[in-house]
């Protein structure tokens, strides 16, 4: 069973820049969320893509905007980078035909705007 | 306004005595709750779930308890071990929604000392 993979580990940006992250999904699974962690902070939902659309969204503004790609692997693309967007970003998989399956986490891509 | 609250940081225990992690939560319809695990430089691990038609679950050495009349959660780990050391988050949400959009506490930090 392949686990759920992020690129790259480590980004340094500049602010107005843009930034794209990518994850591979756990096999088996369908569905990709995208999660911020800020500094201290537990991991807040951004959005969620099944079948290729978005479904479910989070409090972030449109310049976070997303793909899932028929292998069910994804992107998360960052347009206008703000210092706030400084953050580890998660990526999770799991199965939306499994009652009440838990996320699985990448690793994470350690964003830095500066 | 944060739904899922773990409002200590930080706590530290002796090995082999009782670890007890507090989650409280606001939103009613909430209904499916999680604790995920995270190492350093690792993404969460899901560790234990519980649904609100149960106010106990375990698995190994690991409980959960839920007071739904409190909104409020525990994780217990008995015996603690060294190897728990990590930070725990708590997760929580509502009837029929997916696990992609889960909303996550602070987390709280283990530190389980030898």
């Known amino acids: 069973e392949t686990g759920v993979t992020q690129s790259p580990t480590h980004l340094i940006k500049t602010r107005g820049q843009q930034v794209t992250l990518r994850c591979s999904s756990q096999?088996?699974?369908?569905?990709v969320s995208w999660y911020q962690q800020a500094l201290g902070q537990g991991p807040q939902f951004i959005f969620q893509?099944?079948?290729?659309?978005?479904?479910g969204r989070g409090n972030f503004p449109p310049r976070f905007s997303g793909l899932q790609f028929p292998n069910y692997s994804s992107e998360l693309n960052v347009n206008a980078l703000e210092l706030d967007d400084s953050a580890l970003y998660l990526c999770?998989?799991?199965?939306?035909?499994?009652?009440?399956?838990?996320?699985?986490f990448g690793n994470g891509t350690r964003l830095t705007v500066t | 306004d944060q739904q899922v609250k773990q409002n200590s940081p930080s706590l530290s225990v002796q090995e082999g005595r009782i670890s007890i992690l507090n989650c409280d939560y606001t939103?009613?319809?909430?209904?499916?709750f999680l604790w995920y695990k995270k190492y350093p430089a690792e993404g969460p691990t899901f560790l234990i779930s519980?649904?609100?038609?149960?106010d106990k679950n375990e698995d190994g050495r690991f409980t959960v308890f839920l007071n739904k009349s409190a909104k409020h959660l525990s994780l217990h780990i008995v015996p603690s071990q060294p190897g728990d050391s990590a930070v725990y988050f708590c997760?929580?949400?509502?009837?029929?929604?997916?696990?992609?959009?889960?909303?996550f506490g602070d987390g709280t930090t283990l530190t389980v000392k030898p």
């Open positions: 999770a998989s799991s199965s939306i035909d499994v009652n009440n399956s838990p996320l699985h």
């Open positions: 096999s088996g699974h369908n569905t």
């Open positions: 893509y099944y079948r290729e659309e978005e479904n």
């Open positions: 939103n009613s319809m909430f209904d499916y």
């Open positions: 519980i649904s609100s038609i149960k």
């Open positions: 997760a929580a949400r509502g009837y029929n929604t997916n696990a992609g959009k889960s909303t």
